[in-house]
């Protein structure tokens, strides 16, 4: 993992931001366990900020390159890179994605994990039942190591870090996640920094856990929203999410043998 990785569960408080030995006491107090004014704490969609339209989801799906882009094969496992603008799994709009591409070229097929459509990257299916279950078991106790590459706005002053901080579904607002310190699940990211920009930061991360859109609201709740987030940055202008997932290294369910794939990002 990231160097200075996070705590071993149950180790400290549920609720704990730390980054370079700073506690969580040291950022804003609404980020703060127990916080006289609210219990709960989200990342709000900032006002005029608007929802990607179906109809522009599907113009992306469409746009997205054709193909398969497969990084490995064998009668297990199929690992490929996802390109930005292609689902995962079909939705009721958009009938191209990953799973139904690779279905067409290998036959029955399981996803095991997943991205966001706007996320780039390695992405693993399973070509049997057994493969499914025995990955799925991985992703779920958090055995799976899965790194990417980011862009965040800003300039992030520590050299590396680490966020836990839980999260649920919007339910007034979906897809959105918020951070909800009370009913939330355990959500565990890790950062580093490769380079920064002019107005930027490249970062590594590591998403410890795996809830939907964690690295997407764990760096807007350091203020460092990732470039092109449509959902958790108010001043996003790129054409894309600049989230990349670059590396995924799980254990063979067959073999057991240690298999890491790794995806330079097109950023």
């Not at 704490?41 to 179906?54: E, I, Q, R, S, Y």
């Not at 459509?117 to 799925?136: D, F, M, Y």
């Not at 920064?196 to 410890?208: F, I, N, P, S």
């Amino acid at each position: 993992g990231i160097d200075g990785g996070p705590k071993s569960a149950g180790e400290g408080d549920d609720a704990t931001l730390v980054v370079d030995g700073l506690s969580l006491s040291a950022w804003p107090s609404a980020f703060r366990p127990g916080n006289s004014s609210s219990e709960l704490v989200f990342v709000a969609l900032p006002p005029g900020l608007h929802f990607t339209p179906v109809e522009q989801q599907i113009q992306r799906s469409e746009s997205a390159p054709p193909g398969l882009d497969v990084l490995f094969a064998d009668e297990h496992v199929v690992v490929v890179c996802k390109p930005y603008g292609l689902p995962t799994e079909n939705t009721l709009h958009i009938k191209d994605s990953i799973a139904s591409r690779a279905r067409e070229r290998f036959g029955s097929m399981t996803v095991v994990h997943r991205l966001d459509w706007e996320t780039s990257g390695v992405l693993i299916l399973a070509k049997t039942s057994l493969a499914a279950k025995r990955l799925s078991q991985q992703f779920r106790s958090a055995v799976c190591s899965k790194y990417y590459i980011a862009v965040v706005r800003g300039h992030i002053k520590a050299g590396r870090g680490i966020v836990q901080l839980p999260l649920r579904p919007d339910v007034d607002r979906p897809p959105l996640q918020q951070i909800d310190l009370v009913g939330g699940k355990p959500s565990t990211s890790a950062w580093r920094v490769l380079s920064k920009g002019e107005h930027t930061t490249r970062l590594l991360l590591e998403a410890v856990t795996g809830r939907r859109h964690q690295l997407r609201v764990h760096m807007a709740a350091l203020g460092h929203p990732i470039i092109g987030d449509g959902l958790y940055d108010a001043e996003h202008s790129a054409h894309r999410l600049h989230l990349h997932a670059t590396c995924v290294a799980f254990a063979h369910p067959a073999s057991n043998d240690t298999i890491r794939i790794r995806s330079e990002p097109p950023f």
